[in-house]
């Protein structure tokens, strides 16, 4: 079974601080995500990436940036966490290409006081 | 722009009773129609997907139906059991799949005995 896994089920930071979210799959996936789920708001994609060293905007970008330095690993930076950045972050994985099964990993509850 | 609305936001149904999750779409690109089941704690896992080249498509007691000219689909859960209490998510995407998944704002479904 393929296996996403984030660093962090819980995170409590202030803010202004710099954040690093850490997400590592194992299966040689070409895709991978990073969303944010809110109670009411679903899930929105922060920033994806098809390729090492490549990323794309999702639809909230706003105050995140990625890396992708290796195949298995993807990062979310909050350059500077706000308070309205307290969320659920929800990494995942996909293999690419006609296949769309996205992976997730279990989210990192992050709270921004 | 919510791209997919789905409703109820929450749901409750008697064990062996028909769970009904509904969701619409805006977009005419989206050709592919993921269901997401999420547990608490758990990050969401796909549970069944339909293209639109099909009206009905089944997985055991899971059904989607697809109704392409009223931009609609739904998830039917036949017999449903305590073990089926979940977050529900529809999305879509486009270029079958190849594009970002857009998702609903999820169902909280909860089966009682």
């Known amino acids: 079974d393929v296996k996403v896994t984030q660093s962090s089920r819980y995170l409590v930071k202030r803010t202004g601080e710099k954040v690093f979210l850490e997400c590592v799959q194992d299966?040689?996936?070409?895709?991978m995500f990073w969303y944010r789920q809110d109670p009411g708001l679903g899930l929105r994609l922060i920033y994806f990436?098809?390729?090492?060293?490549?990323?794309e905007k999702g639809d909230i970008p706003e105050g995140y940036s990625v890396s992708r330095e290796k195949k298995e690993r993807f990062s979310l930076i909050l350059e500077s966490a706000s308070t309205n950045q307290t969320s659920m972050y929800l990494c995942?994985?996909?293999?690419?290409?006609?296949?769309?099964?996205?992976?997730f990993g279990s989210g990192t509850q992050l709270s921004v006081l | 722009q919510q791209q997919v609305k789905q409703s109820p936001q929450s749901l409750i149904v008697q064990k062996g009773g028909i769970s009904i999750i509904n969701c619409a779409y805006e977009?005419?690109?989206?050709?592919?129609f993921p269901w997401y089941q999420q547990f608490p704690g758990k990050g969401p896992a796909l549970l069944i997907a339909?293209?639109?080249?099909?009206s009905e498509k089944k997985e055991g007691r899971f059904t989607i139906s697809f109704n392409k000219s009223a931009k609609q689909f739904s998830l039917h859960i036949m017999d449903s059991q305590p073990g089926d209490s979940a977050t529900y998510f529809c999305a879509a995407s486009a270029d079958f799949g190849n594009e970002k998944l857009t998702f609903g704002t999820g169902t909280r479904l909860t089966i009682i005995p």
């Open positions: 977009n005419t690109a989206f050709d592919y």
């Open positions: 299966m040689d996936h070409e895709n």
């Open positions: 990436s098809y390729d090492v060293k490549m990323k």
């Open positions: 339909i293209r639109p080249d099909v």
């Open positions: 995942a994985s996909s293999l690419g290409g006609d296949n769309e099964k996205l992976f």
